[in-house]
């Protein structure tokens, strides 16, 4: 009798409390649904390039294949018009299969659930954010019928591509309205939902074909089609084109990708889209950047099909990134290596070193001897580096040859003569992140490092000094138009704005045909290309390939290689300088070239010097040429290499 007595109070009291939780729902404000993924992206302009569930393209449940209906429905939540938000018999056995199979790959998210999850910017696995998501559930299974909730779903979730919505998937995928999807088309495009990046079925057919065949043997199973249907839908040659009309350059969705990767990490920006009405998302994007970089890469490898790229073009005096290519062509892998990946970087570490060789009293005329050399190190061990090609000049060279030729002998002399903490320093002050290993092998570029993270590093000497913060965002309104977030612009100055102008000006060395002798420049092939005058230095590994070139307006930055680390062959190492040089000099093709170079500070003075040795010139010099010092720092004739001055 107690026990009785016990449970019927438990179920009373079960039932006020669900009474209530009911009841407080209802009256709880009506949730905007359609605000999920209402995002609208602006480039730097303030011109539209991106509206996430946009309402030109949002169709009614009455314009939507029935095909497609029926598949999302009994592919994602066979009960969903029994419910109120919640499958607890799917729950059940969900938790019953994971336990037996000791994993959590069974799930059972409820169509309104899932339009739940839409509503918050990011998809975190907290316990709050279920707990969030739940109450979320409940509001909409209570505000709205089960059919403006279908509709809603499928207008927002994500269909793979920066593809929000059935109907801008459609078009893109098909070239066809919603309303027309076949049973193959339809089923196809259900696939995806689920893991977009693994059912693409552009990148992945074979991965998402099966899934299609998942689907397809629940619609027989549930008596929706018949078997000869299913074979039908399954064998129908699909005409997959993977493009839309209105969309001029896919690559932007590398750089929405980006955008959306910030805007997780900004704390001022609420948790959900219901709460702010949607987002209005002002961009670095300069659009005629982001074209000009798009087409370079595409013409650039027109006759390769294997190398990737990673490219980016940032505004040097801010961090802006105005444009960037994440890989060859997103429709067919939407990885975005700009944000997500770190690669060797070769010789465009050496900058950095010769920056602190300066700062050390090092001057452009500073020689070292160029021979083989084997270093002694600690614990006994030696390390003898080799130039490229094995080319030394086997006589006392200034470091204006050494940056020319990306003399690696010079490199490592230098870095072993500073000590290694000088060159992780002033990396570390320019905004380089990655940890940097005190090896004589470091100015090589042996560590990986980030190509975003290298042209903001680069972009303290593109500005004189001054490290800034890479970015993708300006200003971030709500639906309303309130500002709830505004990037901070501001520059710290961390390098001297007279030895960054010494070295911009030697980096213009790796092109200049004063300095062939020995050797060549590293990037000669464009003295008679290029229109404008830039800092130019390039990296290269067994398997990596860098440019990096910048003036005081604009810097891009351009890594290419195989995702695999497959070694390069010698024609490889052309496309990244060909992307470089093409993408810079058209995006300055209207700027005078004094209007791109740096002004002459009041305490540097220009000396004619000997191009290779760095002495002063005389009137027997084959060639001269006007090189920058520190006022009393110019170069004598009796000044000693550095090799000359440890020996004793």
């Keep these: 009798m107690k026990f009785t007595k016990l449970l019927k109070i438990f179920i009373i009291l079960f039932i006020i409390s669900l009474v209530g939780v009911l009841l407080y729902v209802k009256l709880s404000p009506k949730i905007i649904i359609n605000s999920a993924n209402n995002i609208t992206l602006y480039d730097k302009d303030n011109n539209i390039y991106f509206k996430g569930s946009e309402k030109k393209e949002w169709v009614e449940l009455n314009d939507i294949s029935k095909y497609l209906i029926n598949s999302t429905i009994y592919t994602e939540d066979k009960h969903f018009y029994q419910h109120f938000?919640?499958?607890?018999?799917?729950?059940?056995?969900?938790?019953?299969?994971?336990?037996?199979?000791?994993s959590m790959d069974q799930g059972a998210s409820t169509i309104t659930q899932q339009y739940a999850k839409n509503l918050f910017l990011d998809f975190d696995k907290t316990w709050k954010r279920k707990w969030d998501e739940m109450w979320y559930t409940l509001r909409i299974e209570a505000n709205y019928s089960k059919d403006e909730i279908l509709e809603g779903y499928l207008n927002t979730i994500n269909y793979g591509h920066g593809k929000y919505g059935i109907e801008n998937a459609s078009k893109f995928y098909f070239?066809?309205?919603?309303?027309?999807?076949?049973?193959?088309?339809?089923?196809?495009l259900t696939a995806i939902p689920k893991a977009p990046s693994k059912y693409d079925p552009i990148s992945n057919l074979d991965t998402t074909k099966q899934r299609q065949l998942f689907i397809l043997d629940n619609l027989v199973n549930n008596n929706v089609i018949s078997e000869k249907e299913k074979e039908d839908a399954y064998n129908e040659k699909l005409n997959i084109i993977g493009y839309n009309e209105d969309e001029d350059l896919s690559s932007i969705n590398f750089f929405q990708d980006a955008v959306m990767n910030e805007l997780k990490n900004i704390?001022?920006?609420?948790?959900?889209?219901?709460d702010v009405n949607g987002l209005k998302i002002y961009t670095t994007m300069d659009y005629n950047s982001q074209k000009i970089l798009e087409k370079n890469?595409?013409?650039?490898?027109?006759?390769?099909?294997?190398?990737?790229?990673?490219?980016?073009?940032?505004?040097?005096?801010?961090?802006?990134?105005?444009?960037?290519?994440?890989?060859?062509?997103?429709?067919?892998?939407?990885?975005?290596?700009?944000?997500?990946?770190?690669?060797?970087?070769?010789?465009?570490?050496?900058?950095?070193?010769?920056?602190?060789?300066?700062?050390n009293g090092f001057t452009a005329s500073s020689e070292f001897?160029?021979?083989?050399?084997?270093?002694?190190?600690?614990?006994?061990?030696?390390?003898?580096?080799?130039?490229?090609?094995?080319?030394?000049?086997n006589k006392p060279i200034s470091m204006a040859t050494a940056i020319a030729y990306s003399e690696n002998i010079y490199a490592v002399k230098t870095h072993m003569f500073l000590g290694y903490d000088a060159l992780i320093n002033v990396a570390r002050r320019v905004g380089i992140t990655e940890k940097l290993e005190s090896i004589p092998s470091l100015p090589l570029g042996t560590n990986e490092i980030n190509i975003l993270n290298m042209a903001s590093g680069y972009s303290a000497f593109a500005n004189?000094?001054?490290?800034?913060?890479p970015h993708f965002i300006k200003k971030v309104e709500d639906g309303k138009g309130n500002v709830l977030y505004k990037a901070n612009e501001e520059k710290e100055l961390v390098?001297?704005?007279?030895?960054?102008?010494?070295?911009?000006?030697?980096?213009?060395?790796?092109?200049?045909?004063?300095?062939?002798?020995?050797?060549?420049?590293?990037a000669i092939s464009l003295s008679s290309k290029l229109r404008h005058k830039y800092a130019l230095k390039s990296g290269t590994t067994n398997t990596d390939n860098w440019?990096?070139?910048?003036?005081?307006?604009?810097?891009?930055?351009?890594?290419?290689?195989?995702?695999?680390?497959?070694?390069?062959?010698?024609?490889?190492?052309?496309?990244?300088?060909?992307?470089?040089?093409?993408?810079?000099?058209?995006?300055?093709?209207?700027?005078k070239e004094e209007d791109g170079w740096y002004e002459k500070p009041k305490n540097i003075v220009g000396e004619l010097v000997e191009p290779i040795s760095g002495k002063p010139s005389s009137d027997q010099s084959k060639n001269t040429k006007l090189v920058y010092f520190l006022k009393g720092t110019e170069p004598k004739e009796t000044d000693p290499t550095f090799d000359e001055i440890s020996s004793n």
């Excluded at 938000?85 to 000791?102: E, H, P, S």
């Excluded at 802006?320 to 060797?344: C, E, F, T, W």
């Excluded at 083989?372 to 030394?392: A, L």
């Excluded at 911009?504 to 092109?511: A, E, F, G, I, Q």
Aim: charged letters at 20%; glycine letters at 6%.
């Design 85 to 102: 938000g919640f499958d607890f018999l799917r729950i059940g056995k969900a938790m019953i299969t994971n336990f037996k199979n000791k």
């Design 175 to 188: 070239g066809k309205s919603a309303k027309d999807l076949d049973l193959a088309e339809a089923t196809l």
């Design 267 to 274: 704390s001022t920006i609420p948790n959900n889209y219901s």
């Design 297 to 359: 890469v595409k013409e650039v490898f027109e006759d390769n099909d294997s190398l990737e790229t990673s490219s980016v073009v940032m505004d040097p005096n801010t961090g802006g990134v105005l444009a960037i290519v994440g890989g060859r062509d997103y429709n067919k892998s939407s990885y975005n290596r700009v944000i997500s990946s770190s690669r060797q970087v070769g010789s465009t570490m050496k900058p950095y070193l010769y920056y602190a060789a300066l700062e």
């Design 369 to 393: 001897l160029s021979e083989q050399t084997t270093f002694p190190i600690e614990d006994n061990k030696t390390y003898s580096p080799i130039n490229y090609n094995n080319k030394y000049g």
């Design 464 to 469: 004189l000094g001054y490290k800034v913060n």
């Design 495 to 522: 390098l001297n704005p007279s030895l960054v102008f010494i070295l911009n000006n030697l980096l213009t060395s790796t092109y200049d045909p004063l300095y062939i002798d020995y050797n060549y420049p590293t």
């Design 547 to 591: 440019n990096i070139g910048f003036n005081k307006n604009v810097l891009c930055a351009v890594w290419v290689g195989h995702d695999d680390n497959k070694e390069l062959t010698t024609k490889d190492y052309k496309y990244a300088q060909n992307i470089w040089y093409k993408t810079i000099e058209e995006i300055e093709k209207d700027v």
